[in-house]
C-alpha cells in the first residue's frame, strides 16, 4: 500500500471531538456577541437575517482560508476534516436563531412594547386597565411600580426603545428564565421533529435541501494535495462573486460619496402601475430588488419549485386585480389565512 492511500488521522478522529466543539464554541460566541453590536447599534446589514446568514458564512470562510489551508499545507495531519467542520457549522447555525430574527430581535420589544404602546393608543390602554388580558406577571420584567402609566414611561421601556447605555440586568432575570425554559422545550421539540422526518425525507424521499448543499460546499475536504476545495478553486465561482463584490461595493461607496456611480439591482414601478387595474397588484411586485444569494441559491432548486416561485406570484396578482376591479378588496390578513392553510397541508 502506498502512502498515497493511507487515511491521515485526520479522517480517523470522531466528528464530535475537543476541536470541533471548541471551534463551534468560538463561532456561536462570535454570532452571539457581534450580532447585536452589528445589527442594533452599528445598524448593519444584519449579520443574521435569513436560513443563510452572513455571519456564518463569513465565519467558515475564514476557517477554510486562514486556518485549515496553512495546517493542510505545514501540519496536514492537524487540519479539521470535514466531519468536524460540519459538526462546528451545526453548532453555530442553531446559535443563529437566538440573538437576531429567530428570537431576540422581537421577544424583548414586545415584552415591554405592550406598555410603551399604551402612551400611543388608547383602546391598548383601556384593554390593559380592564385586565381582561391577565398578563402574568412573570412572563414580564420586573417593575418598581404597578401603575400602567408608570410603567410606560419608566427607564426600563423608554431606554430600551432609545437604546439605552445601562441595560438593568436585574429587572430582566425573571423573564429570562420564564421564557428560557419554554424556549429550551421548544428547540428540544424542534430538534427531535427533525429526528423523525430525517429518514422519510432525506432516505426515502430524497428530498433536495438546496440551502444543506450551499452549507456542504463550505466545509467540504478538499482534494488529495489542495489547500481549498472545489468551490474555492472554481473559476466561475471566483469571477461570480468578485461581480458581486463590485456592485455591492460600488453601491456602498455611492452611499457614501456620491462621487461613485451607482449600480441599480432592482426597480420600481408605482408610478407607472399607478392606474387600475395595476394599481391593485401586490407592491412587490410593483418595486423589487435582486438578491444574489437567492439567485444562487435557486440553482439548487427543482425546476418544478422555481417555476411555482414566481408564476404564483404573477397568478395571485391577477386575482388582486380582479377582485380590485370588481370593487372588492384583497386585505392582507387574507394572505394570512391562505398561508396557514397552505402550511397546514404542507405539513
Known sequence: MTSALV???SH?????????LLLGLIGVLMICTVTP???????????????LPIGLVLFFLCVALLINAPLLKWFPNLALSEKELAVALAMVLVSC???????????????????RATLDHVEWRLLLQSGELRLPEWLLPTFSTTDLQGRANSA???????????????AWIRPA????????????AILCAAIIIRKQWVENERLPFPLAEVYHSLVQAPARGKLVNNLLRSRQFLIAAGAVFLVHGMNALHEYSGRFPEI???????????DAPWKYVDYSLKSAQIYFVIVGVTYFISTQIAFSMWFFVLASSVAMMVVGSAGGEFLSTMKSEQVSGATLVYG
Open 7 to 9: 487515511p491521515s488521522p
Open 12 to 20: 480517523e478522529r470522531s466528528a464530535v471531538n475537543p476541536r470541533s
Open 37 to 51: 453590536f452589528n445589527d442594533y447599534v452599528m445598524a448593519n446589514t444584519y449579520m443574521v437575517g435569513n436560513f
Open 97 to 115: 436563531a437566538l440573538p437576531s430574527s429567530g428570537l431576540m430581535r422581537y421577544l424583548p420589544s414586545q415584552l415591554v412594547g405592550v406598555y
Open 156 to 170: 426600563l421601556v423608554q431606554e430600551y426603545f432609545r437604546r439605552g447605555q445601562t441595560v438593568p440586568w436585574q
Open 177 to 188: 428564565i420564564a421564557w428560557g425554559a419554554l424556549l429550551v422545550a421548544m428547540y428540544g
Open 264 to 274: 441599480p439591482v432592482g426597480y420600481k414601478l408605482s408610478s407607472i402601475l399607478a
